[in-house]
């Protein structure tokens, strides 16, 4: 079992930056490949990004390329996700995702381990 407690979300205005952590623990994270998914409300939950156990692939949705970066730390069992250049349609729950498979898996139901979730808000 892995256990993922996500932080860093909050209220940034349109063009603003803000880099969300995960925090995991249980399982070896360094063997859990680690994605981030979002949701807004009254949307399907869609993938973000993902990174492999050595950091070595990484994966992005295509609309989302070029603002967010994905990056982890092994030592400290953390996973980021760096925002750029926000806009009000990034506005959605934030949701840190793992599986103990090798590859990063752009659907939810490749993820085995799921936190509960930071809440971003980009205001215009």
């Known amino acids: 079992q892995v256990q993922l407690v996500e932080s860093g979300g909050g209220l940034v205005q349109t063009g603003g930056s803000l880099r969300l952590s995960c925090a995991a623990s249980?399982?070896?994270?360094?063997?859990?490949?680690m994605a981030w998914f979002r949701q807004a409300p009254g949307k399907e939950r869609e993938f973000v990004a993902g990174?492999?156990?050595?950091?070595?692939?990484?994966s992005y949705a295509d609309s989302l390329k070029g603002r967010f970066t994905i990056s982890r730390d092994n030592t400290q069992n953390t996973v980021y996700l760096q925002m750029g250049s926000l806009k009000p349609e990034d506005t959605a729950d934030y949701y840190c995702a793992g599986r103990s498979g090798l590859y990063v898996l752009s659907t939810r139901h490749g993820y085995e381990y799921w936190g509960q979730g930071t809440q971003v808000t980009v205001s215009s």
């Open positions: 990174m492999s156990w050595t950091g070595s692939t990484t």
């Open positions: 249980g399982r070896t994270f360094s063997t859990t490949t």
